[in-house]
């Protein structure tokens, strides 16, 4: 499909650039065959008890570094381990930059073994994954979106993670988790539903941005991620018994999709994904979704839409930005019925 068939126009000042507070306070357009407005702590009254939510429970690494390099500033943004001490980033700016360059990073030195396309590097710590993510802990920065146009701050280290984050290894957090409180998490358990885990690193796919006219030519970064066989046997045992299966999330989604089996059965799975869904794509397992609103063009825009058709994404999105929603990481959630 053509990629400006995912286009359309946000103004600025929806982009929101802080959470709500609390977190559950956020609005939440459900997305059906209606639209209904409602805020986040809706939600467990829009669930029958034999439902089953999954939540992605990645944690989100301080991923981003501010090098000299002599004396010119070069920021690192480290996506993916790739071996031992050695990642995959992209560095800005990364023009004059050449394998064999030393990084200076407080008492440590980052080489930069390998210059790929598109501002990509590996850099090499010469370090244990132990002591690489200790010098990313005294060093690193929380690794914000870039149209969150301001430096991160204390409270975006814990702004920016969710409430079920566990497992080191993302760069961007899974944001549809980001509206959970302990209180929305009970309320939600306490009809009787269970919320069960899955782990996807997010990185690059997830939010480099589509360059290309065709969606076809799109290559999509891999992130790698896990479902263990308990959380299998609970999701297939919920829909077996009539549930629906919410994910949260666009990160969930991608990866409940990869491990979904011959008749939408969930099977245990570790490795990396790189799947692309776009309208077209037949859905295998996810029946809800909830997940924030998307960039124009985006991946994401186009899984949703794939999701949950793309006319009627694009009224709710006419709707959301008309009665001012607010987008993106740090914005507010839509309900998604799958169409």
Same mark, same amino acid.
């Given at each position: &499909?053509?990629?400006?068939?995912?286009? !359309?126009?946000?103004?600025?000042?929806?982009?929101?650039?802080? +959470?709500?507070?609390?977190?559950?306070? =956020?609005? &939440?357009?459900?997305?059906?065959?209606?639209?209904?407005?409602?805020?986040?702590?809706?939600?467990?009254?829009?669930?029958?008890?034999?439902?089953?939510?999954?939540?992605?429970?990645?944690?989100?690494? +301080?991923?981003?570094?501010?090098?000299?390099?002599?004396?010119?500033? /070069?920021?690192?943004?480290? *996506?993916?381990?790739?071996?031992?001490?050695?990642?995959?980033? #992209?560095?800005? +700016? =990364?023009?004059?930059?050449?394998?064999?360059?030393?990084?200076?990073?407080?008492?440590?030195?980052?080489?930069?073994?390998?210059?790929?396309?598109?501002?990509?590097?590996?850099?090499? #710590?010469?370090?244990?994954?132990?002591?690489?993510? =200790?010098?990313?802990?005294?060093?690193? $920065?929380?690794?914000?979106?870039?149209? /969150?146009?301001?430096?991160?701050? =204390?409270?975006?280290?814990?702004?920016?993670?969710?409430? #079920?984050?566990?497992?080191?290894? @993302?760069?961007?957090?899974?944001?549809?988790?980001? $509206?959970?409180?302990?209180?929305?998490?009970?309320?939600?358990?306490?009809?009787?539903?269970? /919320?069960?885990?899955?782990?996807?690193?997010?990185?690059?796919g997830t939010f480099l941005p589509v360059k290309v006219e065709d969606t076809d030519e799109h290559p999509m970064h891999a992130e790698w991620g896990e479902v263990t066989a308990r959380t299998a046997e609970t999701v297939n045992a919920a829909r077996d018994a009539g549930g629906r299966l919410l994910a949260i999330g666009t990160t969930c989604v991608r990866l409940l999709e990869t491990?979904?089996?011959?008749?939408?059965?969930?099977?245990?799975?570790?490795?990396?994904?790189?799947? !692309?869904?776009?309208?077209?794509?037949? #859905?295998?397992?996810?029946?809800? &979704?909830?997940?924030? !609103? *998307?960039? +124009?063009?985006?991946?994401?825009? &186009?899984?949703?839409?794939?999701? @949950?058709?793309?006319?009627?994404?694009?009224?709710?999105?006419? $709707?959301?930005? @008309?009665?001012?929603?607010?987008?993106?990481?740090?914005?507010?959630?839509?309900?998604?019925?799958?169409?």
């Open positions: &499909m053509r990629v400006d068939t995912f286009d !359309f126009d946000l103004p600025e000042a929806l982009i929101a650039d802080r +959470p709500a507070r609390p977190r559950d306070a =956020a609005r &939440m357009l459900v997305v059906g065959e209606t639209l209904q407005d409602c805020v986040v702590r809706d939600l467990p009254s829009l669930l029958n008890p034999r439902d089953v939510v999954v939540v992605n429970d990645t944690r989100v690494i +301080p991923a981003r570094l501010f090098c000299k390099r002599g004396e010119a500033k /070069i920021e690192v943004l480290l *996506h993916k381990r790739v071996a031992r001490g050695l990642w995959l980033a #992209f560095a800005r +700016p =990364a023009k004059k930059l050449k394998p064999g360059d030393r990084l200076a990073l407080g008492e440590a030195t980052l080489l930069v073994a390998e210059k790929h396309e598109g501002g990509e590097v590996v850099v090499d #710590f010469a370090a244990s994954d132990t002591e690489v993510m =200790a010098l990313m802990a005294r060093h690193g $920065h929380v690794p914000l979106p870039p149209y /969150i146009k301001r430096a991160d701050t =204390a409270e975006d280290v814990s702004d920016y993670q969710t409430l #079920f984050a566990a497992r080191d290894g @993302a760069i961007a957090a899974p944001t549809a988790g980001l $509206h959970f409180t302990p209180e929305l998490r009970d309320a939600v358990i306490a009809r009787g539903i269970p /919320i069960v885990s899955v782990t996807l690193h997010v990185g690059a491990a979904a089996g011959i008749g939408g059965r969930l099977r245990p799975f570790a490795g990396e994904t790189d799947i !692309f869904i776009t309208p077209g794509y037949a #859905f295998k397992l996810v029946d809800r &979704m909830l997940t924030n !609103f *998307h960039l +124009p063009r985006s991946t994401l825009f &186009m899984l949703v839409s794939a999701f @949950a058709g793309l006319e009627r994404m694009k009224s709710a999105y006419a $709707h959301a930005i @008309a009665d001012r929603y607010r987008f993106y990481s740090y914005g507010d959630a839509c309900l998604l019925e799958r169409a």
